[in-house]
């Protein structure tokens, strides 16, 4: 396979792959602005740029209930028939997990920077790239619009109950507040859960004097019933609150894992770091899908005319792709099969692409891989 056809052969490769790239994308995207940068006599001609690698953007979902015990936790199986198994009977916090998402980001990857050399009759060379410094297109204008990279979003812990917020006080009677002993308050409560069950079954039958109007009124109703049941219910039942926590990590995947921390969790603080030793580990795994075709690669190239030095080409990346794994233990929570650049390798153009002196030769790029987008003559 000679030069030219094995550089076709890898580029279309890369537009098979390519063409999962942004399937595989998070709807969310942080907005990175691009500058034209012109090849002239004062920069030799030459024009530095550099091609990006990948990162996770990982975000850990967890729950922290707060449980508050009822004053009346120990009447609630005399008084409302309750089993013990579903009465709080003290105060406590504690955490669960819940989900975990991952969006792969491409960042710029100094270890990869590069110069474009143009010959002085080139008619007017330039380069687009983003702001800090990745290769956008060469010899062609970019969309006006701010180049979009991939991003995990950005949330911050947000505060929801499962239940409405509601004061229990609102509902307290007369006859509850003069109670002497927490015995009398006690069976005084659940004299009140009888009787709003007793008016919200009247209501249901018909069996009242001032029938409800129309459907809305009547949810309106019994919706407030409802509320009051609940505040007066969990006196005894006691009460549960649930606040969404968030955590974000970033990992960059340099190599294969097998079994690496990503996190632990702990029952009682939540989504902590890889070297805290109060929460259980969450592992990540990572599995290289392209190494077989690397190693054919590296065989066929051994066979084939040296191809030209990084120094005088024009370098972009080809993606490899990895598959994902997430495990609590040994359960499997999360997979995916995410684009790294990483795991696949670096391609050239020779520089006599632009020296075409009869057709401007155009390059695009998808700043988020280094790879090509599209050659236009």
């Known amino acids: 396979m000679n030069r030219i056809t094995k550089m076709r052969t890898n580029t279309q490769k890369f537009l098979l792959l390519a063409a999962g790239v942004f399937s595989l994308a998070n709807p969310l995207f942080a907005q990175t602005k691009v500058v034209k940068v012109n090849a002239l006599e004062a920069n030799n001609y030459g024009i530095q740029y550099m091609l990006p690698k990948t990162i996770f953007k990982i975000e850990v979902e967890y729950n922290e209930i707060r449980q508050k015990?009822?004053?009346?936790?120990?009447?609630?199986?005399?008084?409302?028939?309750?089993?013990?198994?579903?009465?709080?009977?003290?105060?406590?916090?504690?955490y669960t997990l819940g989900d975990i998402s991952l969006t792969e980001t491409g960042v710029p990857n100094k270890?990869?920077?590069?110069?474009?050399?143009?010959?002085?009759?080139?008619?007017?060379?330039?380069?687009y790239l983003t702001e800090d410094g990745v290769i956008c297109s060469i010899n062609a204008e970019y969309p006006d619009e701010p180049v979009y990279r991939k991003t995990a979003p950005a949330v911050s812990p947000s505060n929801t109950s499962n239940t409405p917020a509601a004061n229990p006080q609102s509902v307290f009677t007369e006859e509850y507040l003069r109670a002497g002993s927490a015995s009398k308050m006690a069976e005084v409560a659940a004299k009140n859960i009888y009787k709003i069950r007793e008016s919200r079954q009247d209501i249901l039958t018909g069996d009242v004097e001032n029938v409800p109007k129309d459907g809305e009124a009547m949810k309106i109703i019994l919706s407030n019933l409802d509320l009051q049941e609940r505040l007066w219910t969990e006196l005894f039942t006691g009460s549960s609150e649930t606040i969404k926590r968030t955590k974000q990590l970033t990992v960059e995947p340099s190599e294969e894992w097998k079994q690496k921390v990503l996190f632990r969790f702990s029952t009682y603080y939540g989504a902590v770091d890889a070297d805290d030793l109060s929460g259980r580990p969450i592992y990540i795994q990572l599995k290289d899908l392209n190494t077989r075709e690397k190693e054919m690669s590296?065989?066929?190239?051994?066979?084939?005319?040296k191809k030209p030095k990084e120094a005088e080409s024009i370098v972009y990346n080809l993606p490899g792709q990895a598959e994902v794994n997430i495990y609590d233990g040994t359960k499997k929570i999360y997979s995916i099969t995410a684009i790294v650049t990483q795991f696949g390798s670096t391609?050239?153009?020779?520089?006599?692409?632009?020296?075409?002196?009869?057709?401007?030769?155009?390059?695009?790029?998808?700043?988020?891989?280094g790879a090509i987008k599209q050659i236009i003559q």
């Open 111 to 127: 270890d990869q920077t590069y110069l474009i050399f143009f010959k002085t009759k080139t008619f007017a060379p330039f380069a």
């Open 298 to 305: 590296e065989i066929e190239e051994s066979g084939t005319k």
């Open 69 to 94: 015990a009822g004053p009346y936790a120990k009447y609630a199986s005399r008084y409302l028939g309750i089993d013990e198994s579903n009465i709080i009977m003290e105060d406590r916090t504690y």
């Open 347 to 369: 391609q050239v153009l020779s520089p006599s692409l632009l020296e075409n002196k009869k057709a401007l030769i155009r390059i695009y790029f998808y700043p988020n891989t």
